[in-house]
């Protein structure tokens, strides 16, 4: 996988997710509108936006996977010797890809049994909101995969000489 492939797939997925904060935002508006002006609620926009708020959590783990900005405690890690600092590092990042595998293979096989469920208000397979489980798994394989082989290293620098 070459470096401006990643640099395509991360701008793609960063965008994938702001489109979705924004439509969010945007149902979520008119919701509030409907409710407070029209005295009704269309049955259709809270189902909506819980759908967008799993996809945008789900997306957002692996983008902050990515970016090593996820949720950790550092507490006991800073104050151990450099060399277990780094060997802690690097078997976090083995588990993370295990994890993400785990999120392909479970969360590839919930989603194909939703495929005969629909979510109520929406008329779509139930599949559709469980996608962005095993989707989520395959960014991580794939950043962490690739922060192994050092090409974000060499995307960085990249990014900054554009």
């Not at 469920?117 to 095993?134: D, E, F, M, N, R």
Request: aromatic share 10%.
């Amino acid at each position: 996988m070459t470096a401006k492939m990643l640099l395509h797939i991360r701008k793609l997925t960063e965008s994938f997710v702001l489109l979705m904060i924004v439509l969010m935002t945007m149902i979520i508006s008119y919701q509030v509108i409907s409710r407070f002006v029209f005295n009704t609620t269309p049955p259709w926009i809270q189902p909506l936006s819980l759908l967008l708020m799993v996809w945008i959590g789900f997306i957002g783990i692996a983008i902050g996977i990515q970016d090593n900005s996820h949720i950790k405690i550092n507490l006991f890690v800073e104050k151990m010797p450099k060399k277990i600092q780094t060997l802690l590092n690097y078997t976090q990042r083995v588990l993370a890809v295990l994890f993400g595998l785990f999120m392909v293979i479970e969360g590839g096989k919930f989603s194909l049994s939703m495929l005969s469920s629909s979510i109520p208000g929406l008329k779509v397979p139930s599949a559709v909101l469980y996608i962005a489980v095993p989707l989520a798994g395959l960014l991580i394989i794939v950043y962490l995969i690739c922060e192994f082989l050092g090409k974000w290293e060499s995307l960085s620098e990249e990014s900054e000489v554009e």
